[in-house]
């Protein structure tokens, strides 16, 4: 079965420009969540959704991010305009819903904005 | 919020020797305690979690213990292999907000031949 997958992979902009991230995650899985990893640290996250719905996006800065997942499966997030702080590695992960159930992470999205 | 710390930053251990990393958290709501590995270039797996009935669980070289009281857990690994190398991450959350993980900044293990 295959597991959550990102694209792109690495993506390099300048600032100021607009980026977009895409999150396939795990069928079935209706939980979706977007992270934020910076270098040497854990992940921290942006946003969770279930199903179509935002249910926690209180971690994620509206005034320049913005994520939707259609039809409750794939999803994007988009950053415009990046700024310098904003390189960083974007995760996605999926879980089915409940407490305890595991979050499946993708491989991420490494950003650098030069 | 939760806070969770997260200590060594570091672990340099020989092959077949133990490594523990132990983290504390803040919020005394927080009953769900997971574990994960980090692999260079991949997102973080699920090794082992732990609820906040249980004090201890252990899955063959893996073991993790609570200390509610105390508010720290810990993960153990036993006879540690090569590819045990990699960063740890603990994580910490609560009922009311089930699904936000709060994560420790993460140990990296390094596991010598």
């Known amino acids: 079965e295959a597991g959550v997958v990102q694209s792109p992979r690495y993506k390099i902009i300048e600032k100021k420009q607009p980026v977009a991230f895409w999150c396939n995650p795990i069928?079935?899985?209706?939980?979706l969540y977007w992270y934020l990893q910076n270098l040497g640290q854990g992940p921290e996250l942006l946003i969770r959704y279930e199903n179509e719905e935002a249910v926690d996006d209180s971690q994620l800065p509206k005034d320049r991010f913005s994520a939707e997942r259609l039809k409750g499966v794939d999803s994007t997030l988009k950053i415009q305009p990046a700024e310098l702080g904003d390189s960083a590695v974007y995760l996605c992960a999926s879980s089915l819903a409940g407490e305890y159930n595991e979050q499946f992470f993708g491989p991420g999205t490494r950003l650098t904005v030069l | 919020g939760e806070n969770v710390e997260q200590h060594p930053s570091t672990l340099s251990v020989q092959e077949g020797d133990s490594a523990v990393i132990k983290c504390t958290y803040s919020d005394s709501a927080s009953n769900y305690f997971p574990w994960y590995k980090q692999e260079l270039g991949k997102g973080p797996q699920l090794i082992i979690d732990?609820?906040?009935?249980?004090g201890e669980k252990k899955d063959q070289r893996i073991a993790v213990t609570l200390n509610k009281t105390a508010k720290h857990f810990s993960l153990h690994i036993t006879e540690t292999q090569p590819e045990d190398s990699a960063v740890y991450f603990c994580?910490?959350?609560?009922?009311?907000?089930?699904?936000?993980?709060?994560f420790g900044a993460g140990t990296q293990v390094v596991v010598t031949p």
């Open positions: 069928s079935g899985h209706n939980t």
């Open positions: 994580a910490a959350s609560s009922t009311i907000s089930w699904g936000k993980l709060q």
């Open positions: 732990i609820r906040s009935n249980v």
